[in-house]
């Protein structure tokens, strides 16, 4: 009889090295299955093989210098990215994809990129050393990722990148140039880097004797330390994310304003009114594929739906409901701007004034990315909606 594993038990990853059966831990931020077919790769590995068994869900569990991994993964998105170079070329399709079709190629072809570059592996030793040649100091990156830890556990290379990354901008912080101060995202929250919609809310009309205002789905808090610098008396900051909360909580401590923002696990609102209700949610409908996408996709739409929804039973007599969107799920036949319109009559709000303002990020101008076409029109607006 076979032993009983708990629902809630880590994932387990296995493979056969030196004739013997062996297991891990198996970690993914973004959810990715623990593959099932694992080889052992090391120096002498040849990039092709290994593009041509990522490609076919075979895995590569590294045992050679940790620098090497690293040049083999640049090998293998080097291959990636031109796959289909060679060869015939396939025929131009009669009828152009419409915006919609193109954003869902765009995803898969992203997708599979991801899942064949996260098929190079790493081993790690439960305090998050490992045992490789040349190995980096990767412990407190993973600390601040995944807590602390305890036991070995198998990873990929590309989520490993991903952590000493975070950790990089968590260390260095990213200038807000409206708060003028640094606000330092943690791993998985989302890092206030497009900074067009922290200008709308810098510079858009606060109510009247507005006091109390909630920051909804605030993520590193920047909105919320925004408005308190703007002299909102108290504000309490939501978010459902563990990581987001301890983030905000960082932040805000650093920047002295503690006393003056509280932050509570809700989802969406809490349960009292307030003049000022300000929420930036994702702006794509979608499902995501990792922590960092929840700050991109909402799955039909929830988190906007809700907010319009329920808002208006959160206001204080004269109160305003903010809502942060950019159009670019109009340009990309993903959410028509009716549908928009009707969930917020539906919500019984009316729009008082919308203030509108172009990207300013480096894809809004690059004429190579699929969706410039629609990325070309976007505008991120602020609404100020009321009560009906």
């Known amino acids: 009889m076979l032993p009983h594993t708990p629902a809630d038990a880590p994932?387990?990853?296995?493979?056969?090295?030196?004739?013997e059966a062996r297991s891990a831990r198996w970690r993914s931020e973004s959810g990715m299955p623990a593959p099932k077919k694992v080889v052992i790769a090391n120096d002498q590995t040849p990039a092709d093989v290994a593009y041509r068994l990522a490609c076919e869900g075979t895995a590569l569990l590294w045992r050679g210098d940790f620098q090497n991994a690293r040049q083999l993964l640049q090998a293998l998105a080097r291959r990636a990215d031109h796959k289909g170079d060679k060869g015939k070329r396939a025929k131009a399709p009669k009828?152009?994809?419409?915006?919609?079709?193109?954003?869902?190629?765009?995803?898969?072809?992203?997708?599979?990129?991801?899942?064949?570059?996260?098929?190079?592996?790493?081993?790690?030793?439960?305090?998050?050393?490992?045992?490789?040649?040349?190995?980096?100091?990767?412990?407190?990156?993973?600390?601040?990722?995944?807590?602390?830890?305890?036991?070995?556990?198998?990873?990929?290379?590309?989520?490993?990148?991903?952590?000493?990354?975070?950790?990089?901008?968590?260390k260095n912080g990213v200038e807000v140039a409206a708060l003028e101060e640094r606000i330092h995202p943690h791993y998985g929250v989302f890092s206030p880097i497009r900074g067009e919609y922290v200008e709308l809310v810098a510079n858009a009309p606060l109510p009247a004797g507005a006091k109390v205002a909630f920051d909804i789905g605030t993520g590193t808090g920047v909105l919320a330390a925004l408005l308190a610098k703007r002299g909102v008396q108290h504000i309490v900051a939501t978010d459902m994310d563990a990581r987001a909360l301890s983030c905000a909580r960082e932040n805000l401590h650093r920047l002295g304003l503690e006393h003056t923002v509280e932050l509570m696990k809700a989802d969406l609102f809490p349960d009292r009114r307030a003049d000022l209700v300000l929420c930036n949610p994702p702006w794509l409908p979608g499902r995501p594929s990792s922590s960092l996408e929840y700050a991109v996709y909402d799955p039909d739409s929830r988190m906007l739906k809700g907010?319009?929804?329920?808002?208006?039973?959160?206001?204080?007599?004269?109160?305003?409901?903010?809502?942060?969107?950019?159009?670019?799920?109009?340009?990309?036949?993903l959410r028509p701007r009716a549908e928009l319109d009707g969930w917020i009559a539906a919500g019984g709000l009316k729009v008082i004034e919308r203030h509108d303002v172009r990207p300013s990020h480096p894809r809004a101008s690059d004429a190579t990315d699929p969706l410039h076409a629609a990325r070309s029109k976007e505008l991120t607006s602020l609404w100020r909606l009321a009560a009906q």
């Open 11 to 19: 994932a387990r990853i296995h493979w056969t090295e030196g004739g």
């Open 95 to 170: 009828v152009a994809a419409t915006p919609a079709e193109a954003f869902h190629l765009h995803r898969q072809a992203q997708s599979q990129r991801a899942r064949t570059l996260a098929m190079l592996l790493l081993p790690f030793e439960a305090n998050y050393s490992m045992p490789l040649r040349r190995a980096p100091d990767v412990k407190v990156a993973c600390n601040e990722a995944y807590g602390r830890g305890e036991e070995p556990f198998v990873a990929s290379m590309r989520e490993l990148l991903g952590l000493i990354g975070a950790h990089e901008w968590r």
């Open 307 to 333: 907010f319009l929804g329920g808002v208006a039973a959160h206001l204080a007599p004269g109160g305003e409901a903010w809502l942060i969107l950019s159009d670019l799920a109009e340009h990309l036949g």
